[in-house]
């Protein structure tokens, strides 16, 4: 497909299987002042896009729409009032939904350059899942080198950077995952734990009698609770997201809601501990401006980590937009590692 040619988006036209996505095609749009046209060359899949295909991503809009929570492009036009440089240029952009498509209308405001040497499926793994991580780690918990901190899903895709950030970091990494993916773990330096040989919370009490300084915990649901009990003193849970409740049918808000309510009453508690639900877009409906500041520096951070070789691009496997159906098959069978990134 060429860089000029028509619009191809994915639409998700309800709650269907993977197989119900929609291939549309349309003009490309023209941008306008403060605007950017992104040809865009790699978008991924992540959970969110799994949970929003079955109703249950908290905040999704209504049905129809064009998920793709990030993506990584080149600017093919320009609007007035922006860089006039900007034309040409590889950038990243953090969207929520949009990603799926050929060609993305943006904000300038709201595109972050990507370095020279990055490619741009290995840039595309590193945007959502890579602010993520960053934030959680040094503007959630503030790990410190010395720090021994619990990563659970140590292999999922903000799972496997927080280690890396964490590790680079120069704190102790307690990563919970299947047991086929230890030798992985341990070969970084990290020491795993089969999540799935039972009590979990023990084997981590074993590795960390005095407790541990921050556990980041994706799963939500009844586990939350070990995760908030490994803390020492000091130490900081950061909950971000409600895994354990993908599947589960009824309100979307209630699993976030309930999370929302246990970390208030546990911050609210004399006990020297702090809990926190990350959300990447907390912040943005206050100041614009400085969430989109700090998002540029967080991922200006990670790829800079990424050419000091501190992190790696896991990229699981690369297939065009139009397979879309299938990319996200793969990305919800549980079997791949890294991401698995859709190439317009």
Known sequence: MNSTGELVEVVLPGRVEPEGLAIRHGAVPVPGPGQVVIHVEATGVSFAEQQMRRGRYYDQPPFPFVPGYDLVGTVLTAGEGTDAGLTGTRVAALVKVGGWASHVLLDAADVVPVPEGIGAAEAETLVVNGITAWQ?????????????VVVHGANGGVGSVLVQLALAAGARVIGTASARHHDALRAQ?????????GDV?????????????AVFDHVGGRGITDSWRLLAPGGTLV????????????SKQWPV??????V??????????????YNVWAGKALSRDRFRSRLRADLAQVFDALQR????????????????AEALRLAESGTVAGKVVLVP
């Open 309 to 324: 070789g501190e992190v790696t691009a896991r990229i699981a496997a690369q297939l065009p937009l139009t397979r879309a």
């Open 189 to 197: 330096g990290a020491d795993p734990v089969d999540y799935r040989a």
């Open 136 to 148: 959680m780690l040094h503007r959630k918990a503030r790990v410190r080198a010395g720090h021994t």
């Open 264 to 277: 208030w009453m546990w911050n609210a508690l004399p006990n020297r501990r702090r809990a926190f639900f």
């Open 201 to 213: 919370a023990a084997r981590v009490r074993a590795l960390a009698p005095g407790g541990v300084d």
């Open 239 to 250: 909950s971000y997201g409600s895994a354990s409740t993908r599947d589960d049918e009824g």
């Open 257 to 262: 809601l309930k999370l929302l309510l246990r």
